[in-house]
């Protein structure tokens, strides 16, 4: 099987009805995608991966990554599309470390994009492209604000990415905006 943008897509629909699954979905495509091309990978393999993470969490969350690796073994998908997403849940609910530099920047981007959507859900104009590190920031430290995000995570991911944390922040902002829109993060609600 070749794995294309619309069978991810389908695929995904078929075990995630939630819309906040299907942003988180959406954010992190766009954000492989922008870390793809700046390592000269394949921004559509990356973006694939980003988007189907997740596959299973909605209706498997015990099983997170488990079902994932059952559920594609089933539909044919290929070994390293596979491994990449399993990757993403080494030490919580995957053995399987993050090797390749795709693998390591969905494992130091996923919580991440959690921790960033909601810095800009808590702004009155709810527009990412005015978001700033410095907010985002300020944020990781209040360990109450987006308490769900695990920081261990993102830091383990930047080391292994060898990036400072912040600069993994403002690269994963600027990753985001242009999905953007997709996730009502463009401040479109308050300019209409």
């Known amino acids: 099987m070749t794995p294309t943008y619309e069978k991810a897509l389908d695929l995904f629909k078929r075990y ?4 906040s699954l299907q942003k ?7 954000v492989m995608e922008y870390f793809a091309a700046k390592h000269n ?3 559509g393999k990356w973006g694939i991966i980003g ?9 498997y969350p015990d099983q997170h990554c488990t079902m994932t690796r059952k559920i594609m073994e089933e539909e044919g998908w290929p070994e390293d599309y596979i491994r ?5 849940g080494w030490g919580i609910c995957s053995d399987t470390k993050p090797e390749h530099v795709m693998e390591k920047v969905l494992y130091a981007t996923d919580e991440l994009t959690g921790l960033i959507v909601t810095s800009v859900l ?3 104009d709810k527009n990412l492209h005015e978001l700033k590190v410095k907010s985002v920031m300020k944020k990781w430290k209040d360990k109450r604000f987006a308490a769900g995000v695990d920081r261990n995570i993102i830091l383990k991911g930047a ?3 060898d990036v400072e944390i912040r600069n993994l922040v403002e690269e994963t902002i600027e990753a ?6 997709e996730l009502g993060l463009n401040g479109q609600s308050l300019k209409e």
Do not use: C, F, T, W
């Open 16 to 19: 995630n009805q939630s819309e």
């Open 84 to 88: 990449a997403i399993v990757s993403h």
């Open 51 to 59: 988007l189907i993470h997740d596959l299973d969490y909605e209706k």
């Open 176 to 181: 985001m905006k242009k999905v953007a829109p």
């Open 41 to 43: 990978e394949d921004p």
């Open 122 to 124: 808590v702004r009155p």
């Open 159 to 161: 080391e292994m990415l």
């Open 24 to 30: 988180h979905a959406i954010a992190v495509k766009g």
